[in-house]
């Protein structure tokens, strides 16, 4: 059976969102766990999520009212930028024994979902940068950028915001779970029963841990940020989206990762700026290149298409061999895509 993207796309939009938005903070402070206990996704999405898709430090109640506001009808949805949702094949697989226990094998269709806390995220950080930019004054801290203002981390300010950001966080979690209930419900009403999708993982790459490490010969509590890169624990799938028209790949977590805090590229990284691809590039010739390749993208927007074409990008390929060769994580399989649908 051959179906567009349109018609998938038409199959997920008359499905309403049940959830009551007045009870946001019961998401930011429970993630995951909340939707489960409303009848959406299964068990086995929560357990096979980084930290169950709950992180026990969220606050809801340092997070602003306008933030909140800005995430009630977010749940489920892609957004703009390099977020998107991209239906991949099986094309390659370096580690027989770990694909198999990861479910994986040649030629079989997966479905990778890439977005984030969306607009409630980022007025989380754009709420926090105003406090934290006179708050340096009281602690002496000067920073080349206000991108960079910053604060103790256990002072008022800096516990606040680990906080939020862990509320942040939950949200993140739950909106790709909603994102992955729809697309299953869209699924089943195409394909049917016959091929059931169950969930790898699902892990953050823009998050704050307390993590325990070997410095200097003694166990030591540091804080882990990671921006731009996700987790990479021994024997833990490790996604690793390519941009669009590229590979993307899934790796295994290795005990030589701790020499990096057990953390891998989130991506293979921009050569260009989202203001320079668009100067630079058409976003049509990029439709036309894909199409070319037998690759389907759905995205509203021509300038959006632009921003994230793949020669904006690194070399995907060239990164993951770099990271699989430095032992930070190891090479399981290979995934092209045949359809990319891009929020807005």
Not at 83 to 93: C, L, N, P, T
Not at 305 to 328: C, F, N, R, W
């Amino acid at each position: 059976m051959s179906i567009t993207i349109s018609e998938t796309l038409r199959i997920a939009n008359k499905l309403d969102l049940d959830i009551k938005f007045s009870e946001i903070d019961k998401i930011l402070n429970q993630g995951t766990h909340v939707l489960l206990e409303q009848g959406y996704g299964e068990k086995e999405d929560v357990d096979n999520c980084e930290a169950t898709g709950k992180l026990d430090w969220a606050d809801a109640s340092v997070i602003s009212d306008h933030a909140k506001n800005r995430g009630r009808d977010q749940i489920g949805t892609l957004g703009s930028g390099n977020h998107f949702s991209e239906i991949q094949k099986v094309a390659e697989i370096f580690d027989q024994k770990t694909a198999e226990r990861f479910g994986l094998y040649k030629d079989q269709i997966v479905i990778m979902i890439h977005t984030g806390s969306r607009g409630l995220g980022h007025q989380v950080c754009s709420d926090y940068l105003k406090t934290m930019i006179p708050a340096m004054k009281n602690y002496d801290i000067k920073v080349p950028d206000k991108e960079f203002a910053c604060v103790p981390f256990n002072s008022k300010e800096g516990q606040k915001y680990f906080s939020a950001m862990a509320g942040a966080a939950n949200y993140a979690w739950a909106n790709r779970y909603m994102v992955a209930y729809y697309i299953r419900k869209a699924w089943k009403e195409i394909i049917g029963q016959k091929e059931k999708l169950e969930l790898l993982y699902d892990v953050a790459h823009n998050i704050i841990k307390k993590e325990n490490y070997n410095i200097n010969g003694k166990e030591t509590e540091v804080i882990v940020h990671r921006k731009g890169a996700t987790r990479a624990f021994p024997d833990q799938p490790v996604l690793i989206p390519g941009s669009m028209g590229t590979a993307s790949y899934i790796l295994v977590g290795t005990e030589k990762g701790e020499e990096a805090f057990f953390s891998t590229s989130h991506g293979a990284g921009r050569t260009m700026s989202r203001t320079q691809a668009k100067k630079t590039i058409s976003g049509q010739e990029v439709i036309n290149q894909l199409n070319k390749k037998g690759i389907i993208i759905k995205c509203w927007s021509k300038n959006g298409i632009a921003e994230e074409a793949p020669q904006a990008y690194k070399d995907i390929d060239s990164v993951v061999d770099i990271i699989d060769k430095a032992g930070l994580s190891k090479k399981v399989v290979k995934l092209v895509p045949l359809a990319v649908i891009k929020g807005e």
